[in-house]
Each structure stands twice: as C-alpha cells, then as structure tokens.
C-alpha cells in the first residue's frame, strides 16, 4: 500500500506504520513462532517492494508463497481485517513472479559452477574441517594454474583424483597434500552427489540479474524458490542462499543511498545458515550484510527466535517486526528478553510481556524513519495481502513458468570441455603411452628371440653341412686307401704266384 509520500504502509495500530523506500537497504529482521503469521508479513512486504518496482527474491519454504501470483479473492477473515483497520484503497491483485526451482521442477533451473561457488563455501557445504579445507584451496589453485574449468562435480572429482594419484609433483610448488584428506573430500562429494546437489552444479549458471527484472509495468519481479523439496538438505539450502548473497555482493557496483533498493533478498529459515557455521563463514556474512546496503541490496532474515541470528549481524537489523514468542523454556525466556532488547523503548508498551501475548497478525513493528533512527516500537496488525493467500494450482505454476521472460534459457544444460574431460582425456594418452611402450617392448623381445632362434638355426644347419662334407671326404679317402692298398696286395700276390710257378727266386722278368 502506497501513501501520497511513497512510503510502504505495512502494519497499523493506533498509528500507520510505514517502510521508508530509502531505509530498505538497512536491512529487516522477521522472527516469530511457528503459526504467528511470518509468512503473510514476509508475502506484504513482497508485494509492497514489488508494487514500487522493487525486485524481491525469496524462498518458499511450505509452498504457500506461489498465491502472490495471482489475484487474491475477498473472504470473511480479510474483509473483517479491512474494516477493523479502517484501510483505505485496499484492492486485490496479482503480481508478476518467476519461479526457480534447484530441481528444475517447479520453476526454471538454478544451477551455478563449482568455481564460481569456491573453496570457502564447498567447505562448508561438505562440512570439511580446516585441514580438509586448505587442501581443497589447493585443488582449486592447481586446477587454475593449469587452466582446468572446475564447473561440475565430475570435474572436482577427477581434479581431487588426479592431485591425489601425483601428490609428489605438487609438493614442493603448493604444499603437503594429505592423501587422507584427499579421501575426505571426494566421500563428501560422494555425498553431495547423492543429496542431488550435482544438479546445482552445472551449467548454465544463473545470472544474478535476471533476478533483477520488472513487467510491463513497472512492477518489480517477485522471485520465488521452490525450497520444500530442497528443505530436506538443509546445509544445501542455506549455502545456496549465502552463495547467491555473495554473488550480489561481489558483482553489483557501489552506489550509495537510493531512492529505493536495487533488490531485496529474504533469507527465510534463516537459523540454517548460522547453525555449526564455522568462524571464517560468519565472518563473511557479517562483511556481506555490512557492506551489500552501499550496492543498493536489503536483506531480510526470517527466523523463529532472534537469537538464531548472531548479534554483530542483528545489530545491522534496523527493520523489524517480531510475531508472537512463547516462553515455555529458559532458552524461549532468554529470545524473549533478547527481542525486546533490540527494540527501540516505547514508554506506553511492556515489550517481554506484549511479545507473549501477540495474536495471530499481530507485531511488534520498529522501522527507520527518515534519518536512519528507529522508530518507537508499536503493537500493530499486519496488513492483508492484496494477491491470493496460499498456493496456486500446478497447472497454473506451469502456465506461468512457460510465459515467462527467461523460459529456455536454463531449461538445456551445457557440458563444455573442463577439467573432467581434459584430466581424461590426458590420463588415456598416458595409459596409451604406457601401453606403446609395453607393445614396444613386447615386440623388441620378439624381435629379438626371432634373431636368436634364426642364429641357432644357422648354426644347427652349418654343423650339419660340417659333418655331411667330413663324411664324405672320409668316404673317399677310404676308397682311395683302400684301392692302393688293394692293388699293392695283389701286385705282390702276382709277383709270389709267377715266382713260384717259375721256379726261380732270383730273376724275374721284370
């Protein structure tokens, strides 16, 4: 709802509570219990950035988001909320929406590369303890230095693999790669891979700035995350967005103060990202939440207690409103005295005790005015929608997939050649290699055995030819003897025989 001045009416008590346009990317905070009416501030908020041109994007946790899509319809409960607040102008209508879906299911594809998302957060993602992370830095700094695209997670895969099976040629350059660790993070990506998170991580990658369309109208596009199936990986979820928050944060130019915000990007479930986070990522968080306000971004934190949110974080909060807060235990004692310390006193108002007592619509409601100061707290009821309350149909999800602006652009996934492929392509050659070199070596061996056995051959055949020619030379001379010897014999025999016959034994006649 806009007034005359441009500010966002939200909530009404005695007085109207307004959303300087100006103070949006101060950043907010929506906390509450379970059932207190989170989701309806979180969809009138939504609706009051989109209806000033205001991107918003948001995740939809139950499903319930979807109905800002279409015209919401009149019913007892909103009519008699209208009229109990004395709202002025109020009419219903839809807004334009995108919907994303990490699954590609019930909305376009939200996919980004395992670059693009780097060590810092995968880290976090598998859970990886800081040794386990250092080595994964060096993976990804051995992948760049030999100009290895890491998009996939077949590629951080064969990447660990490769750095893992040559450990020693990295050594000296990069530092002792622990083979233990090496197995850590390609279990966890093991892991990852079975939590579908390989369908994050691909390509195409999103483009922050498709976040950041308007209509026909003017109207500021209402992105929408279908996180109910995604919900059930709760570290996926939560490093989604933090990701998707440092993409923003990292490639949106400074620019100052702003009439209005360039986006506004609600993180519901907010405590995900907080829990078991290491030092080093809340560190982050805290820079980002800091330092994204001067690039025309406001972040809103959904959560249940606001303790969940670190304190250094909460304190950069400025905009709140605080459902109801049960005090059954000591640690739902201490989210109540904390709520109420972060408001700015109302003298007329017991805030711990209002905080219990709140009603289903019912807030404590504080924005910053004009100068950045916040306001006074006030109990307040939070306004109706003016889209429908709950979700639409599949089929009309379908149609509004379908018409939209960016359909087919994600809808194909694109596998270029990076690191999987070269790594293989690089170890087949080796093993090509080693197999010449073994059929090489086979062959020589043959060539050589071949050699010998014609060697032996021709030695066998030339002692054969020796023996066959000594045979029958030694034929011949026998013969020879022999005949001489013969005809010696009978020379000798004839020479007895005619001296016999003769008679005589000193003459003869020859």
Excluded at 256 to 273: R, S
Excluded at 464 to 472: I, K, M, V, W
């Amino acid at each position: 709802m806009i007034t005359s001045e441009g500010k966002l009416l939200i909530a009404k008590s005695g007085i109207e509570l307004f959303l300087n346009p100006r103070m949006a990317n101060r950043h907010g905070l929506i906390a509450g219990a379970t059932g207190t009416g989170k989701t309806v501030s979180l969809q009138v908020m939504a609706e009051a950035f989109s209806s000033i041109g205001v991107p918003v994007f948001m995740s939809d946790i139950k499903g319930d988001l979807s109905g800002v899509s279409k015209t919401g319809v009149d019913n007892q409960r909103i009519s008699d909320r209208i009229t109990e607040m004395k709202i002025e102008g109020y009419f219903h209508k839809s807004f334009p929406v995108t919907f994303w879906d990490l699954f590609g299911e019930q909305g376009h594809p939200l996919r980004t590369t395992i670059s693009e998302m780097g060590p810092l957060l995968l880290g976090r993602l598998m859970n990886l303890n800081e040794i386990q992370e250092s080595v994964l830095t060096l993976v990804f700094r051995i992948a760049d230095d030999n100009q290895l695209l890491l998009l996939d997670l077949k590629d951080l895969q064969k990447m660990c693999e490769y750095v893992g099976n040559n450990r020693e040629l990295f050594t000296t350059s990069y530092g002792n790669i622990s083979a233990a660790s090496i197995g850590a993070i390609q279990r966890e990506l093991i892991a990852l891979e079975e939590q579908n998170a390989d369908k994050f991580f691909r390509e195409p990658a999103i483009d922050i700035f498709d976040f950041m369309q308007t209509d026909s109208n003017g109207m500021g596009m209402i992105n929408i995350l279908a996180a109910d199936k995604l919900m059930m990986a709760p570290r996926t979820y939560s490093t989604l967005l933090l990701y998707l928050m440092s993409e923003l944060f990292e490639r949106l130019p400074e620019v100052g103060d702003m009439d209005k915000p360039k986006l506004v990007f609600f993180f519901d479930e907010a405590h995900l990202l907080f829990n078991d986070a290491p030092r080093v990522v809340i560190e982050k968080i805290e820079q980002v939440v800091r330092l994204i306000r001067s690039k025309g971004i406001g972040i809103y934190f959904i959560t249940q207690n606001p303790i969940d949110i670190p304190d250094t974080i909460l304190g950069q909060l400025g905009n709140k409103i605080q459902h109801a807060l049960r005090a059954f235990t000591p640690r739902d004692q201490k989210a109540v005295k904390t709520a109420a310390e972060t408001f700015r006193p109302n003298p007329s108002l017991n805030v711990e005790q209002v905080i219990t007592e709140l009603g289903v619509g019912e807030a404590l409601v504080s924005f910053l005015d004009e100068k950045g100061i916040p306001g006074m707290v006030e109990k307040a009821k939070i306004l109706p929608p003016q889209a429908q309350i709950g979700p639409i149909t599949t089929e009309e999800r379908s149609g509004i997939i379908r018409r939209s602006i960016i359909a087919g652009v994600y809808e194909k996934e694109v596998d270029r050649e990076s690191a999987f492929e070269i790594l293989q392509s690089r170890i087949s050659n080796q093993a090509q290699q080693v197999q010449d070199e073994k059929d090489r070596i086979t062959r020589d061996k043959e060539e050589t055995e071949r050699i010998k056995m014609e060697a032996r051959e021709e030695k066998e055949r030339a002692k054969a030819a020796d023996s066959s020619l000594f045979g029958s030379l030694s034929k011949s001379v026998g013969r020879s003897v022999t005949s001489q010897i013969g005809s010696q014999v009978g020379r000798a025999l004839v020479r007895g025989l005619l001296g016999g016959l003769l008679g005589g034994k000193g003459k003869s006649f020859f």
